[in-house]
């Protein structure tokens, strides 16, 4: 009788603890490559990233998010969602729900970058800060989309 007692009662414990070990793993946030921080006070539509090398941003290919990127938001994704590879050289290119174009070429980016747009005067900077903490300030071409 108490055999039967004690297997219940390590059997109850062994599922109570696999479901907490699958609950903890479902709250955790899946570590992305790299981080886009929109700083403008406007929704961005569209963000795009292209080898530098290449003569085109590359089409649907190179679209990190459909969705939009709210003003302050940041997002996550991996070089695989636009073909990159760490280390590489891109051009960065975004239009505002305003139907502006903020773009930036020739920079280098690394694994656990987070790239910032921010409000410069009358343009806009694109920051890139690495994960050791150094960072570089690229000045966008802004213009309006056509």
């Known amino acids: 009788m108490k055999n039967k007692c004690f297997l219940r009662l390590a059997c109850v414990l062994l599922a109570a603890l696999m479901l907490s070990f699958l609950l903890a793993a479902c709250g955790k946030e899946k570590p992305y490559e790299l981080h886009f921080k929109n700083g403008l006070s406007a929704k961005l539509h569209q963000i795009f990233i ?23 938001s940041t997002i996550g994704f991996d070089f695989s969602k636009f073909g990159g590879t760490d280390g590489g050289t891109y051009d960065i ?10 773009d930036c070429y020739e920079v280098v980016l690394k694994t656990g970058d987070e790239i910032s747009l921010v409000p410069s005067g009358d343009g806009a900077i694109f920051t890139i800060t690495h994960q050791d903490g150094t960072y570089v300030d690229v000045e966008a071409d802004v213009y309006p989309n056509e």
């Open 50 to 72: 292209s080898p530098s090398d290449s003569e085109t941003w590359g089409g649907e290919d190179n679209l990190i998010n459909l969705a939009d990127v709210g003003a302050g």
């Open 93 to 102: 290119g975004t239009i505002d729900e305003n139907g502006m174009n903020y």
